[in-house]
T-cell receptor, first 117, second 114 residues
Framework: NAGVMQNPRHLVRRRGQEARLRCSPMKGHSHVYWYRQLPEEGLKFMVYLQKENIIDESGMPKERFSAEFPKEGPSILRIQQVVRGDSAAYFC???????????????FGPGTRLTVL | AQKITQTQPGMFVQEKEAVTLDCTYDTSDPSYGLFWYKQPSSGEMIFLIYQGSYDQQNATEGRYSLNFQKARKSANLVISASQLGDSAMYFCAMREGSGNQFYFGTGTSLTVIP
């Protein structure tokens, strides 16, 4: 059973360019989460999606960032007009339905390390 | 207030010894889950252990155990018989009730000395 897949693993962009990060959840998982990890920090929640729906985007910056999880294909985190402060590791996680207080964890992908020059 | 606090930026332990990594949490939700993840230098996040707020016993998974003290709101990770491969960053995380997101601490860097 393949784990969460993310690509690319490393992405270099110049300021002003667009970054597209892809995430394929584990088989059977319909919930996808995106987190950002700045250097020397823990992961910070960005957005939670189910197929074709954004459920919670409370952690997403208001501008330049968007996410989608289409009916077919991977989830995409898109960053437009990147700036140096966007340099970070972006992790995707997936899970089955989470039950209240349940032990179901989120399974993380290997991350995409974005460097903005 | 921080949801998860890890006060040890770095820890050292001798190979084969036990080590405790501290984690305190803050929530008013009676139902929550506590998780520990390992992040080696390669960068991936590896799930280690889970503790539910209603669990009566401390969770154990192989060499990992969670010292859960509910009244003190602490969920310390204990690694027994440390191995060189345990050297990594360790993150404590919490999910509240049926909430969507995990809250992560800033992590503890563990170095196992041969």
């Amino acid at each position: 059973n393949a784990g969460v897949m993310q690509n690319p693993r490393h992405l270099v962009r110049r300021r002003g360019q667009e970054a597209r990060l892809r995430c394929s959840p584990m088989k059977g998982h319909s919930h996808v989460y995106w987190y950002r990890q700045l250097p020397e920090e823990g992961l910070k929640f960005m957005v939670y999606l189910q197929k074709e729906n954004i459920i919670d985007e409370s952690g997403m910056p208001k501008e330049r960032f968007s996410a989608e999880f289409p009916k077919e294909g991977p989830s995409i985190l898109r960053i437009q007009q990147v700036v140096r402060g966007d340099s970070a590791a972006y992790f995707c996680a997936s899970s089955p339905i989470l039950l209240a207080g349940g032990p179901d964890t989120q399974y993380f992908g290997p991350g995409t390390r974005l460097t903005v020059l | 207030a921080q949801k998860i606090t890890q006060t040890q930026p770095g820890m050292f332990v001798q190979e084969k010894e036990a080590v405790t990594l501290d984690c305190t949490y803050d929530t008013s939700d009676p139902s929550y889950g506590l998780f520990w993840y390992k992040q080696p230098s390669s960068g991936e996040m590896i799930f280690l252990i889970y503790q539910g707020s209603y669990d009566q016993q401390n969770a154990t998974e192989g060499r990992y155990s969670l010292n859960f003290q509910k009244a003190r709101k602490s969920a310390n990770l204990v690694i027994s018989a440390s191995q060189l491969g345990d050297s990594a960053m360790y993150f404590c995380a919490m999910r509240e009730g049926s909430g969507n997101q995990f809250y992560f601490g800033t992590g503890t860097s563990l170095t196992v000395i041969p």
